[in-house]
């Protein structure tokens, strides 16, 4: 029996021991579905703290219950460590670090760099090396495969390398881990086969394509996709800005048509660790290559611009009013990337914040899942929203609607309001 067909043997028995590195809003969710599907998961981070809470059975990520994470515990079939030496205990490793970028807007892979080398300096025969991280297209080929080959043993033969990217949507209550299907793409045929195999038992679809290249293209395609009929969307709110249109009556209507047509809103910009990096990595890649992405770029503009247009009306309903922005009282509404979630990465919010402060505003947020946050040294805490709190500011600014706040309170308290998501009702 081949290596491969033992490793796929052990997948089937559930005998085979998952490393997962990084155990973030990717790691986490994928190791506690693989702990309920049999299989015994070692966790690895950097963070202690982060390894001191899961090992005392509480999780710091929100799809993840204490409760969750307490069952995979009591079975056995879950612990956390920062000993990188164990990376020779597992059978299989998936990487699921972050990959953001850098102040140029180019990839910084330099946690994929830093995880591979680990990997490298443990890895043995039978073990399959799985990277989650969204990436630009050749990073598992350029980078991991070369590192991993230095050591003498053979892709495909002896080790196994795959990509199967990650499609993590936090706060979804309909779709997680196990029922998003899950792409993989192989270095060879039997790296994928392995692959696959190993995340049969954990995931309810399976996905092959036939290269680690177009797996990680899958991903850049899916997220740009909505990038760009993000920013369309977004300049068609400022085309009926200029027009006197009802964006929102615009959309509506046209989604009733019955095909031809998807539904995308406009906004306040763009935010999450995806949507608002992931086509960076592909431009980036193409303008080596002598090519420029010029929808990927028109949109990622359109997007960028939105924090300013969103403040440039309330600017004019203040004035509307006789008041400037300078010294104006602005209470925002939810600094969270969207709702109901506590998740304030690349959230337009802080950077409408950021303007309205620049133009002299004084500026309060409330937040129900976000009860403080740091920016630029200055640290900001949650304020009640309460009739007294929304009739003290001078201007309501809704960035991220959530499910528990009353938006009927704001409409009737407010003095005035910018809504960027049409998230008030209309109507009592």
């Known amino acids: 029996m081949s290596i491969a067909q033992e490793l796929i043997a052990k997948a089937e028995r559930r005998e085979a021991l998952f490393g997962i590195v990084g155990l ?51 079975a056995g079939r879950f612990s956390a460590t920062m000993d990188m030496l164990r990376l020779a205990e597992p059978d299989a490793v998936s990487i699921c670090v972050p990959t953001p970028l850098s102040k140029f807007k180019d990839p910084d892979v330099s946690y994929i760099v830093a995880a591979t080398e680990a990997v490298k300096r443990t890895l043995r025969r039978g073990q399959a090396i799985i990277l989650e991280s969204t990436t630009y297209p050749g990073t598992t080929r350029e980078i991991l495969l070369p590192a991993l080959e230095s050591t003498g043993l053979a892709v495909g033969e002896e080790f196994f390398l795959a990509f199967s990217p990650e499609r993590v949507d936090p706060g979804n209550p309909k779709y997680g881990t196990r029922n998003t299907p899950k792409v993989v793409g192989g270095i060879t045929d039997d790296c994928r086969r392995v692959a696959v195999a190993l995340y049969q038992p954990a995931i309810d679809t399976l996905v092959p394509v036939s290269t680690t290249e177009a797996a990680e293209l899958v991903k850049l395609l899916e997220n740009t996709f909505r990038s760009v009929n993000i920013g369309l969307v977004n300049e068609m709110a400022i085309v009926c800005d200029k027009l006197g249109v009802d964006v929102w009556e615009v959309i509506e209507a046209a989604s009733t048509k019955p095909f031809g047509f998807m539904k995308f809103l406009p906004g306040p910009g763009l935010g999450g660790h995806c949507i608002p990096i992931d086509p960076h990595y592909l431009a980036w890649k193409m303008r080596g290559l002598n090519y420029k992405t010029r929808f990927i770029d028109l ?50 919010a802080l950077d409408i914040i950021r303007l309205l402060e620049g133009q002299g505003a004084r500026v309060s947020y409330s937040d129900p899942h976000v009860p403080k946050f740091a920016e630029d040294g200055h640290e900001f805490r949650s304020v009640p929203l309460t009739p007294e709190t929304v009739a003290a500011a001078d201007c309501i600014m809704i960035v991220t609607d959530h499910s528990a706040v009353d938006y009927r309170m704001i409409k009737r308290t407010a003095r005035l309001v910018v809504d960027t998501r049409n998230a008030m009702p209309k109507e009592d």
């Not at 924090?307 to 209470?331: I, Q, Y």
């Open 24 to 74: 973030g809003y990717v790691g986490l969710p994928l190791a506690v579905e693989l702990a309920n599907a049999g299989f015994r998961v070692l966790g690895f981070d950097v963070q202690q703290q982060v390894v001191d809470g899961l090992n005392a059975r509480h999780s710091h990520v929100k799809d993840v219950s204490d409760a969750q994470l307490g069952v995979a515990m009591e």
């Open 299 to 348: 949109a990622g503009e359109l997007n960028t611009e939105m924090p300013l247009f969103w403040v440039r009306k309330v600017s004019e309903v203040l004035n509307g009013v006789g008041k400037a922005v300078r010294g104006a009282s602005v209470l925002v509404l939810g600094v969270a990337y969207k709702r109901d979630i506590e998740d304030i990465r690349e959230s337009p």
